[in-house]
Structures are given as structure tokens and as C-alpha cells.
């Protein structure tokens, strides 16, 4: 209990939520009772997070820059330098897989920033890239003048329980961005080289699977699919490499997967800081077999060191 002039207030930690919403510690303290209108939307514990940010209103915006086709590699670039800086500036941030206007942000199941409240872990990090991407924008496109209205991010949180789902969604996004890249090659080498009306090549392709799709761009327009780069049929993946930091304390950071104990502040600070000294490593690679992770345990490694279990 302590005392404030004749006021004995109870220790705050030890009140429940309620009561702190209508606390008398607030500034006008007759109107403090608006903040009990607030929902609580802390993401369950003990499961991974995915931040997904998405592109608003996207379409317009590639027309209106008059982004190359099929794929504007400017554009990717800019995406990726944006994930980039916000991989960087959030620590709690283990990996990110991007691929034509959106970015997975993966945050661990032992996350506690913001106390894993969804609207603020959201608002976060698609402000966080918007920012980067209007700033950025002048690098990649010099010519190009950025103007209102600016382009924009939204984005979500949802919780996988287990790393096997997590990676089912990672996978999941790659045969996306590989399904997606197959038709738009073809799409556009259909208007562009071939003559094809959009309607034209949209109907043409109708019914289509991916082996036709690549016997039309092979046997028309003698591209092989197989040679494009692995940035537009692979996405791009973001992660910390601890191949420069100290390994004196056997955590993700340094030795093969061990998570420092979340109770211990000290371990705590010293995970934080071999994160922000890790060096970002940018790559197009598959993310759907298991060569990927076997080299790497540590981004998804669980609670004591566990490494890709269930």
C-alpha cells in the first residue's frame, strides 16, 4: 500500500485491468472511465506471429509509376530495402519472406513486445514500412516523383501454434509468389511481345497449368522459365546471420538454436544486443524444403534450444 496526500492507493500491478481503466491516477479522472471501451487484444502466448503487411490500392499505383512488366526489378528493390530497415529496427523480428507487394514479418512465440497486442504490433510495422518505402522511394526512382496520393501498407497479426504451420504459411506464400510470376510472365510476353489484347491473353490462358504456361513462353517467345531470376519466381527472404558476433553465451544468436530463458532480463539484454549487432542476410532461395531451415536451426528455434520440432 502507499500513501499520496489522503489517498491510499494499491500498487497497480496488483490491480486487475478493470480497475486500472477507471484508476484515479489518470488526468481528469471523472472522464478516465472512456478508456474501459477499450478491447485487450493480446495475440495468445506461445505462438508464432506473422505481421503481413499488404500494398493498398497497389494496382493504381504500378499504372500511375508506370512500373515495368511483368516485373519491375526497381520496385522489388525498394520492397526489400524497406523490409530491411524494419527487420533492423524491430529485433523480435526473426525472418521475412516478401514477394510482389506484400511482406510476412515473423515475430517468436516468446515475443513480448507491446505485450503481443495485435492493433500495435500491426499499426507498427505497416507504418514502419510505409515510412521506409515513401523515403526510400527517390533511390530507386529518380525519375519519378513521388506524389500524393502516397502510397500506403495495411496489415495483420495471426498466430501459428507450431513452427510446421508456420512454415506450411511460409510455403504457402512461395507457391503464391511462383504461381503468380508464371502467369504474369506469360500474361505480359502474350500483350507485349505477342500482340495479344489483355482480354485476349487472359481467355487464352483460362484452363491453363503451369506446364502449358511454360511450353507457351518457351516455344513463342524462347524463354525458359527455369532461367528467370530467382527474385521474381522465388520471393525474398530477410534474416540475421551470427557469423560475426561473440558466442560466449550458447543463445539463438550464436550456437545452433538456444533461446535465452525470457526471465532472465540480463540474458534478455544481452539476445537483444547480438541481434542488433547480427548481420542481415538478403536472399531469393527455396523456403519450402528443408535444406533452408536445416542450415539455419536458429531462426526457428523454440523454448530451451528445441530446434524444428512440432
Keep these: 500500500m502507499t500513501t499520496y496526500g489522503t489517498m491510499n492507493v494499491v500498487v497497480l500491478r496488483q490491480l486487475p485491468r478493470d480497475t486500472l481503466l477507471r484508476s484515479n491516477f489518470m488526468a481528469n479522472s471523472d472522464y478516465g472511465y472512456v478508456r474501459s471501451f477499450e478491447q485487450w487484444d493480446a495475440l495468445p502466448p506461445s505462438n508464432w506471429i506473422v505481421v ?3 500494398g493498398r490500392g497497389f494496382s493504381k499505383h504500378c499504372k500511375k509509376y508506370d512500373f515495368e512488366k511483368p516485373n519491375d526489378k526497381r ?38 513486445l507491446f505485450e503481443r497486442r495485435a492493433a500495435k504490433l500491426a499499426t507498427t510495422v505497416a507504418t514502419a514500412f510505409t515510412a521506409e518505402y515513401c523515403m526510400q522511394w527517390s533511390s530507386f526512382f529518380p525519375d519519378k516523383p513521388l506524389e500524393r496520393p502516397y502510397p500506403t501498407f495495411d496489415g495483420r497479426c495471426v498466430c501459428y501454434p507450431k513452427r510446421k504451420i508456420l512454415r506450411d504459411y511460409l510455403s504457402w506464400r512461395q507457391a503464391d509468389c511462383h504461381i503468380n510470376n508464371l502467369y504474369n510472365t506469360t500474361f505480359w510476353n502474350m500483350v507485349l511481345k505477342g500482340g495479344r489484347g489483355n482480354a485476349e491473353a487472359e481467355q487464352a490462358l483460362k484452363g491453363t497449368v503451369a506446364s502449358d504456361k511454360n511450353e507457351i ?4 517467345f524462347g524463354i525458359n522459365y527455369n532461367n528467370e531470376p530467382l527474385i521474381y519466381r522465388k520471393g525474398t527472404v530477410i534474416y540475421r546471420a551470427y557469423d560475426d558476433c561473440n558466442t560466449d553465451d550458447g543463445n539463438a544468436s550464436t550456437s545452433g538454436g538456444k533461446v535465452a530463458d525470457p526471465e532472465s532480463r540480463t540474458q534478455m539484454e544481452k539476445e537483444r544486443k547480438k541481434k542488433m549487432k547480427a548481420r542481415l542476410v ?17 531462426i526457428l528455434a523454440g523454448k530451451r534450444g528445441e530446434e524444428m520440432g512440432e
Design 282 to 298: 538478403l536472399e531469393h532461395v527455396d523456403i519450402i524444403g528443408d535444406a533452408f531451415w536445416d542450415a539455419r536451426p536458429y
Design 217 to 220: 513462353l518457351f516455344s513463342r
Design 52 to 54: 503481413r503487411i499488404d
Design 75 to 112: 520496385a522489388l528493390d525498394l520492397m526489400n530495402a524497406a523490409a530491411t530497415e524494419v527487420v533492423r529496427s524491430l529485433v523480435d523480428i526473426v525472418l521475412a519472406y516478401g514477394q510482389s507487394d506484400e511482406y510476412s514479418f515473423v515475430l517468436h512465440e516468446l515475443v513480448t
